[in-house]
């Protein structure tokens, strides 16, 4: 049976919408893992049992007012029933944010994002790469991590620039190696439980 890696974001303009899809793909390159594109602002069913499923959890939000969005908020505190019983307990977490300024406040996003997961009791997975564009004779606006995160991946989509045009490739490749990352720790995760169990 396939492990499943559920992606539970929000994306009012389509941004952090394609940030979630490129995780998604990387999720989706690791063999046996199965990714899950959840949409939060649809407090249904199918979304908490998906949840309660999942082996890992990766949360995404876009920035606004410097934090995670009303939206996404109000999928965190709907979630206040899961925490009571601590269905969530030892699944996987990670997160990623997009938002228009370079910085934009992001990491506050992100780390409002890493208390969520550990309320619930979850395992935060970090981004897990060097920031890019750290040298002038080596690095470039194009590298992986170029916005230089270490908690999860931000991305950033100028006000002015559609869905189609915005985040860049570079921190869409930065998503990507987002969900690789999530869903390979999410196998060794299965298997240690599997040995466990023995
Ligand atoms: C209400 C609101 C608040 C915002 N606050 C921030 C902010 O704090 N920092 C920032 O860099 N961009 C901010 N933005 C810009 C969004 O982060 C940016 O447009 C992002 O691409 C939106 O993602 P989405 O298309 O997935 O909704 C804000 C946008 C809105 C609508």
Redesign the pocket.
């Known amino acids: 049976m396939s492990i499943s890696v559920v992606i539970a974001y929000h994306?009012?303009?389509?941004?952090?919408?394609r940030q979630a899809q490129a995780v998604a793909s990387g999720a989706e390159s690791v063999p046996g893992v199965h990714a899950d594109l959840r949409n939060v602002a649809v407090l249904d069913e199918p979304l908490w049992q998906a949840l309660a499923d999942a082996e890992a959890i990766i949360f995404g939000t876009?920035?606004?007012?410097?934090s995670q969005s009303a939206v996404f908020q109000a999928f965190a505190e709907a979630s206040g029933q899961v925490w009571a019983r601590q269905g969530w307990r030892d699944k996987l977490a990670a997160g990623f944010t997009?938002?228009?300024?370079v910085n934009?406040?992001k990491l506050n996003t992100l780390s409002s994002l890493t208390v969520f997961s550990a309320q619930h009791g979850m395992h935060w997975v970090s981004l897990g790469l060097p920031p890019g564009w750290l040298y002038s004779t080596t690095g470039e606006v194009d590298d992986l991590n170029r916005l230089g995160g270490f908690l999860g991946a931000m991305a950033q989509?100028p006000?002015d620039a559609g869905?189609d045009d915005a985040p860049p490739t570079a921190d869409l490749r930065t998503a990507e190696h987002l969900g690789r990352r999530v869903a390979q720790v999410a196998v060794q995760m299965r298997q240690g439980r599997l040995v466990g169990a023995a």
């Open positions: 994306s009012g303009y389509g941004h952090t919408a876009p920035t606004y007012m410097g997009t938002s228009a300024g934009g406040d989509a006000s869905p």
